[in-house]
């Protein structure tokens, strides 16, 4: 069974600091793993997709890394700012399914 | 290009009674799949249609059912619904195996 972990649950940092949002799963057979950004109440919305052959991807201020060997992803988040503020999950192409994390709860202060 | 549409956004029920929530997918996309979210936690998998069949069902009972007409939207039905049942109800579509993209979802509140 598949088990994702997200570390830390919160996380609260000033404006411009750079921060890394980890994720760790127990089953090294994944397809992809996708990082979501969700704001409260809201639905999610895709940051980036790493497929399996891959190691990472970069989108602006984002970059997420993916070592299946060891089971961890970390999202990594260049000089953040207030509106980088939301939920952040990780989620494990698994079989025809995602199998989510907790989430991190991201706060950046101004 | 409309995205995932889900409707409705908010629903109130009563325990005992049914609910049907309904998803369209992003134009192209062939896949649905259902995701409940309780507060505080990760979107849990329902299950998955391709096709019209129902392609993979995660760990839920009967009381959920669902169906993919074939234009690719979809419906999630939940009957007998117990207070347990309040959550946000989330769907996403896809190409078989590719990037699944999530609707804004539906709140339901059973009281």
């Known amino acids: 069974k598949q088990e994702v972990t997200q570390i830390p649950a919160a996380l609260s940092v000033p404006e411009g600091e750079n921060l890394v949002l980890n994720c760790s799963f127990t089953d090294s057979a994944i397809y992809n793993l996708q990082w979501f950004r969700q704001d409260p109440g809201k639905g999610l919305t895709s940051l980036l997709l790493i497929q399996s052959s891959q190691r990472e991807q970069t989108s602006g201020r984002l970059n997420a890394s993916l070592d299946k060997s060891s089971g961890r992803s970390t999202l990594y988040i260049a000089a953040s700012q207030p509106g980088d503020s939301a939920t952040y999950l990780c989620a494990l192409e698994y079989g025809n399914k995602l199998v989510f994390g907790a989430g991190t709860i991201l706060r950046v202060k101004s | 290009d409309a995205g995932v549409t889900q409707s409705p956004t908010h629903l109130i029920k009563t325990r005992g009674q049914q609910v049907t929530l309904r998803c369209s997918p992003k134009s192209g996309h062939d896949t649905v799949s259902w995701y409940q979210q309780a507060l505080g936690q990760g979107p849990q998998f329902i299950f998955q249609y391709y096709e019209e069949e129902e392609r993979q069902r995660g760990n839920f009972p009967d009381r959920f059912s669902g169906h993919q007409f074939p234009n690719y939207s979809s419906e999630l039905n939940v009957n007998a619904l117990l207070l347990g049942d309040s959550a946000l109800y989330l769907c996403?579509?896809?190409?078989?195996?590719?990037?699944?993209?999530f609707g804004p979802g539906t709140r339901l509140t059973v009281t």
């Open positions: 996403a579509s896809s190409l078989v195996s590719y990037e699944q993209y």
